[in-house]
């Protein structure tokens, strides 16, 4: 590649990475939102939902390639046209790629949804969704902020044994949590404490 020819394909590549920059967000937001709801949502289910953190590891993939632009168009503005080039070039975009594309996996693969027979969990950074059967649950908690007299509910926990399940209460599953709760609460015999919380 010539220089002129290398100087343009860095400049579109900057140009290129400057609007991935901007876009990472909403794209990220939208792709987990989208694949979830099409793919994984079923009807069967009480409730479902994507975790922050499957937001934050998507839009965090979309941005690591804006980065890595940015970084080819230096490695050609700085380089010659060699085979040796070509091939480092293939080599960093390859591993990039891999590690996006786990990335990508890891934050469709991270939801948790409720059903008659409990609650099922698949993390982050683990492969494999955890169930928690409604059989086991021994407590559940509901949390609520008081600021400035105002009560807002923050989060319902489930009790296993030692193991305490936190979800965030967020606006959907305030509208979707009290079937559940009465379900638990009337066919499992486990009582839904309340707790307030007092903030400045």
């Avoid at 091939?87 to 934050?107: C, F, P, Q």
């Avoid at 407590?139 to 296993?160: D, H, R």
């Avoid at 009337?186 to 007092?198: D, F, I, Y």
Wanted: charged share 20%; proline share 4%.
């Amino acid at each position: 590649m010539k220089a002129h020819n290398a100087d343009h394909a860095g400049s579109l590549l900057v140009t290129a990475a400057v609007i991935l920059f901007f876009a990472s967000v909403p794209m990220g937001i939208f792709i987990v939102s989208f694949v979830h709801q099409s793919f994984y949502l079923d009807k069967s289910y009480w409730y479902f939902d994507s975790p922050m953190s499957s937001y934050i590891m998507m839009v965090s993939m979309f941005l690591a390639i804006p980065v890595l632009l940015i970084i080819i168009a230096i490695y050609l503005f700085k380089t010659y046209e060699s085979k040796k080039r070509s091939i480092n070039l293939m080599i960093a975009s390859t591993i990039t790629l891999v590690i996006m594309g786990s990335g990508v996996y890891l934050s469709l693969d991270n939801f948790y949804y409720m059903d008659k027979n409990g609650l099922y969990y698949d993390e982050l950074w683990k492969l494999d969704k955890t169930v928690y059967s409604w059989d086991d649950i021994t407590a559940m908690k509901q949390v609520n902020k008081n600021v400035g007299g105002t009560l807002t509910p923050e989060k319902v926990i489930f009790t296993y044994g030692k193991e305490n399940i936190e979800l965030p209460l967020t606006p959907k599953l305030r509208n979707e949590i009290e079937p559940v709760l009465d379900y638990i609460e009337n066919a499992k015999g486990v009582e839904l404490v309340m707790e307030t919380v007092a903030t400045e």
